[in-house]
């Protein structure tokens, strides 16, 4: 195969891991507007949930198909595996978002009191995680072009990981001890913690492949 067909191979690989990017985004938006109504009176979070489940199985669906996409091109474009490793963390990262959505659904459902305070800092995880995406998808879109462009776009993305991090800890520490006695929000409220951070460190490992990618093209 020429070299000409391993950049179209590139190129094209690029821009439909940016869509998938842009997925992410929408069902990160989707699960803030959970959140956001969660103490609004009258408000059906299932059907809002049921709006995250929809991006989820585009973004499902958009996987497969670029996954087989790069699989068949393995042998034209040398940094098909790498394409491939961010395609994966980006569907964790939609199953991931799904399940805090599935959590929040419950707990509403079950009327779980979360209070407003902790509502506030799940929304600013989300918040970071959404300008972490935008970190690797203007990453991704100067990857052929500018790798040294692409190093600083990511440090934002590692920057941000390491707030949301240390935002984890506190507030989990927080909730154990606000929750102690009221198991059911405690396990709740834990697991949607612990949902958030890995999202946080999936986009981490997408930007460390990035990393990885732009200072092989600078050597």
């Known amino acids: 195969m020429s070299e000409e067909s391993g950049a179209l191979v590139e190129m094209t690989a690029i821009e439909e891991i940016i869509n998938i990017c842009r997925i992410v985004e929408d069902e990160l938006s989707s699960l803030a507007e959970m959140l956001r109504r969660y103490h609004s009176e009258g408000v059906e979070l299932g059907k809002l949930y049921e709006r995250v489940r929809e991006i989820k199985n585009k973004g499902e669906e958009n996987y497969i198909r670029v996954m087989q996409y790069l699989v068949k091109s393995s042998e034209v474009a040398l940094y098909v595996p790498i394409y491939i490793n961010i395609v994966r963390n980006l569907d964790k990262i939609i199953q991931q978002v799904d399940a805090v959505a599935y959590r929040i659904y419950l707990a509403r459902k079950n009327n779980i009191v979360i209070d407003k305070n902790i509502v506030d800092t799940f929304l600013g995880i989300i918040s970071l995680e959404s300008k972490q995406v935008q970190g690797i998808e203007e990453a991704l879109s100067k990857i ?3 790798p040294k462009v692409v190093l600083d776009k990511l440090e934002t993305v590692f920057s941000v990981e390491e707030e949301i991090d240390s935002i984890y800890r506190k507030s989990l520490f927080e909730v154990y001890a606000k929750y102690s ?9 834990r697991d949607i913690f612990e949902h958030l951070e890995e999202i946080s460190d999936f ?3 997408t930007g460390e492949e990035l990393r990885y990618l732009a200072l092989a093209r600078r050597t």
């Open 144 to 146: 052929r072009l500018s």
């Open 203 to 205: 986009l981490k490992n």
């Open 181 to 189: 006695d009221y198991i059911t929000a405690l396990l709740i409220l």
